[in-house]
């Protein structure tokens, strides 16, 4: 007999680390994405019952995955007809082996549910959003804020992608050798924006959502050794070993966000660092170099300074000029904004966030109104300063960036 | 096995201002394209401009209304199209990409199926 609370937590672990595996490895069984999910919440449901009367398992993956993969079975068996009237998935192996049963390998079975997701023929929005959902087990709101966009406009494509796959005729299955490098850059704008989202959680009382961000440092890892000479898989593993160096010294003990201006450098993780720079080396030897080893680069640029103070803000504009002729995305702009706030001081920051202030896409971004908010207590104007940390605080519902924000308006009122 | 419709979709003035030789390498490319594929292959046809279009829609008062044109005008008019079998769309779009298409561009339908 295991506890409540230990089972509860041996749950919950097993859903951050074997969702996708469990969920790709029953697709195989049901040639059905909705049916395999149905039967994997059935599995975790069921796991909370059972591990409580019969003790935890061993290895809970592989018990999941078999209870998800009976499940489905017995839907097969039961609905049979109606089932089988469904469109499926399109797999290369038919039928399924022993193997299937048994277990079988994580790393090949997510990524086949990686590619699948990741599928040119879906919209680049969808393809993110069905890896969130299907291979971390995000929920739709979650992904829904990863997004900015609203939740039901997120379920419905969801739904949508979901019906394009079986619909299309979209294959499960790793693509070949050839196919490969085409495929790659979706799939790895799906696993940055995992550790964005990880980074910084949208919503919650912790900043950093850990699982999300060590699933997004697997899967870097893994695409990493399937794809060893490709330069922006390496652009990518380094720009999360980089950023995820400082994760430790984000927080304070008290739960309040730490700035990079303020952290304590020499807590940052010096591995991490010394394995990302080695990745950036190699994934800048590409010209042009890629988005992710421009970005890696300006994370290096931060790792490798002494301090705040002696940042080289004018090569980290210099990067962010490249990056946003690369990636023409409204948040590169904004990052490029604050730089350089810091470049040239805060009035020519402010001046470069007035120029992006009317893009759409960033109407509910909160970190627009913050880096105003901070441009303007550093040029002295208060109540405009006020305004606009008033106006982030509306836009975050994560509470340790909400307690910062209001830690600042208090300074600002003394 | 499925089908896909692959519906060749291209710029009518373009077409219209292009020259003999561009016919004749165009209709060259499309039977290449055909020897190439045979085995995919279930049908296929050009079609006249939608100049020579003529719509019908429902009214309100339960006849129908015709008109000149096609039923949505746009830029890229549907010209033609090739009816293929593929066992999946990773291989209906290996085909399809072979389509000729100079002014324009195929989009891919996969075949409802009724049991």
Redesign the interface.
């Known amino acids: 007999m295991a506890g409540e609370a230990e089972v509860a937590a041996a749950v919950a672990d097993a859903h951050r680390r074997e969702w996708a595996f469990v969920l790709a490895a029953t697709v195989r069984v049901t040639g059905d994405i909705d049916m395999a999910e149905e039967c994997v919440q059935h599995a975790y449901a069921q796991a909370l019952r059972s591990w409580a009367a019969r003790g935890i398992p061993a290895r809970p993956g592989a018990w999941l995955t078999t209870v998800a993969k009976r499940r489905g079975l017995d839907l097969l068996r039961r609905d049979g007809a109606m089932r089988r ?1 469904l469109p499926l998935l ?1 797999d290369d192996q038919a039928e399924p082996g022993p193997d299937d049963l048994a277990g079988g390998d994580s790393g090949d079975e997510r990524l086949r549910l990686v590619f699948t997701c990741c ?1 040119p ?1 879906l919209a680049t929005e969808a393809r993110v959003a069905l890896t969130l959902r299907l291979l971390c087990g995000l929920t739709t709101a979650e992904v829904a804020r990863a997004f900015l966009v609203g939740e039901a406009t997120m379920a419905a494509r969801i739904t949508r992608a979901k019906k394009k796959i079986a ?5 499960y299955r790793v ?1 070949a050798p050839a ?1 490969l490098p085409a495929r790659i850059d979706a799939v790895l704008t799906v696993v940055h924006l995992l550790y964005t989202t990880g980074h910084t959680a949208p919503v919650g009382d912790d900043l950093v959502r850990r699982d999300l961000v060590e699933r997004a440092l697997d899967l870097a890892r893994m695409m990493r050794s399937l794809l060893p000479d490709d330069a922006d898989v390496a652009g990518l593993l380094a720009l999360i070993l980089l950023t995820d160096a400082r994760r430790a010294t984000r927080v304070a003990p008290d739960g309040s966000l730490v700035l990079l201006a303020d952290q304590d450098r020499r807590r940052w993780d010096r591995v991490a660092i010394a394995a990302g720079c080695a990745l950036v080396r190699e994934a800048l030897e590409r010209r042009p170099p890629g988005r992710f080893a421009l970005m890696a680069a300006i994370a290096a640029i931060h790792a490798g300074a002494p301090t705040w103070q002696d940042t080289d803000w004018r090569e980290v504009v210099a990067l962010y000029d490249l990056l946003v002729q690369l990636w023409p995305s409204p948040v590169v702009a904004l990052n490029r904004a604050v730089a350089v706030g810091f470049a040239d001081g805060p009035e020519a920051g402010l001046a470069e966030l007035d120029v992006i202030g009317a893009e759409p896409q960033l109407a509910g971004y909160s970190y627009l109104a913050s880096a105003r908010a901070d441009f303007l207590r550093r040029l002295g104007r208060t109540a405009e300063a006020r305004g606009s940390y008033e106006e982030a605080l509306l836009l975050t519902e994560n509470s340790v960036e909400r307690d910062f924000l209001l830690t600042r308006l208090e300074e600002l009122a003394e | 096995m ?1 089908q ?1 419709l692959v519906l060749i979709y291209e710029d009518e003035a373009a077409w219209a201002g292009a020259g003999p030789d561009q016919w004749e390498r165009t209709m060259k490319d499309h039977i290449a394209f055909g020897e190439n594929n045979k085995d995919s292959l279930r049908g296929g046809n050009a079609l006249k401009p939608t100049s020579t279009a003529t719509s019908i829609r429902k009214d309100a008062s339960g006849g129908h209304t015709i008109t000149d044109g096609a039923f949505v005008e746009t830029k890229e008019a549907l010209g033609g199209y090739y009816l293929i079998e ?5 291989e ?2 290996a085909v399809a990409q072979q389509v000729p298409a100079p002014f324009g561009g195929v989009e ?1 339908r ?1 075949v409802m199926v009724f ?1």
């Open positions: 009237a399109v599928h023929a619909g299309a005729g979209i294959p693509p196919e | 499925s896909y593929a066992g999946d769309l990773d209906a779009l891919v996969p049991d």
